[in-house]
């Protein structure tokens, strides 16, 4: 594959943390559920999203999420995620709702316009694998990252963009290994402030750079913002997943 769909993958995997331990007992959880649910069906949004995330029927997330609840949407993509990953076809999660990759992408996708920042790191990470709407190019992921990061202040979107600076600073070229590397350094310091340190790459992470990625490489101006700009085309222009080995 292309040099920066390995990196991106890579950037996005390191990124990756646990979910959240404590809130409700699934025993709370149920009764609020079950005692939000005919609100919800009576037209009560509030009552739909306090029923989605207690774990209610698939139709109190689609209410929610259509009310802009940014975590209804996320949890309706994990939802049907799992149910696409599910092994046992007898599992009561595969029965949750319809198996469609291009929903489950644009549910992360609504989820990080709405201001659920780790959904931007979940959207990125589809869009990369090719899951749904899988012709866009890398430079799509990049941005979920960046507004996931510089908007909604997500530390793991901050660190994934780290992450791929870092690998980015650790080519042959002189000419832009600083600027990779003051990148990362920002993203670093963002993540840090968001609340999680992004570990540095060990050496031998460093990536082969293909004659493609030198030519890049080459023509990357020295300034940030023109070399995002710089970057973000040639992703567009050079490095489509569709056009992947």
């Not at 003051?182 to 340190?197: C, D, F, H, I, V």
């Amino acid at each position: 594959k292309h040099l920066l769909l390995a990196l991106l993958g890579a950037a996005l995997a390191l990124a990756a943390t646990p979910g959240c331990a404590g809130g409700p007992s699934p025993k709370q959880q149920a009764e609020i559920s079950r005692s939000a649910m005919p609100k919800c069906e009576a037209g009560d949004q509030d009552a739909c999203h306090r029923a989605c995330v207690n774990g209610g029927p698939n139709e109190s997330c689609h209410r929610a999420c259509k009310a802009n609840h940014g975590d209804a949407c996320s949890m309706l993509g994990s939802r049907l995620e799992r149910e696409q990953d599910a092994d046992d076809a007898d599992s009561p999660i595969r029965k949750i709702g319809p198996q469609d990759p291009d929903e489950i992408t644009n549910l992360y996708e609504r989820a990080c316009t709405l201001k659920h920042g780790g959904s931007c790191v979940l959207a990125g990470g589809r869009i990369m694998n090719g899951q749904g709407r899988g012709n866009r190019s890398p430079a799509v992921a990049v941005t979920l990252l960046k507004r996931g990061c510089e908007k909604h202040r997500d530390a793991d979107a901050c660190c994934a963009m780290a992450t791929l600076n870092r690998k980015l600073a650790q080519g042959k070229n002189a000419n832009t290994i600083t600027d990779f590397a003051e990148e990362a350094k920002r993203w670093a310091k963002l993540s840090e402030r968001a609340g999680k340190e992004c570990p540095e790459l060990p050496p031998e992470e460093a990536p082969k750079l293909s004659t493609r990625a030198r030519q890049v490489r080459a023509h990357t101006p020295s300034t940030p913002s023109a070399s995002e700009s710089i970057f973000t085309r040639h992703c567009v222009t050079g490095l489509d997943p569709s056009r992947s080995a």
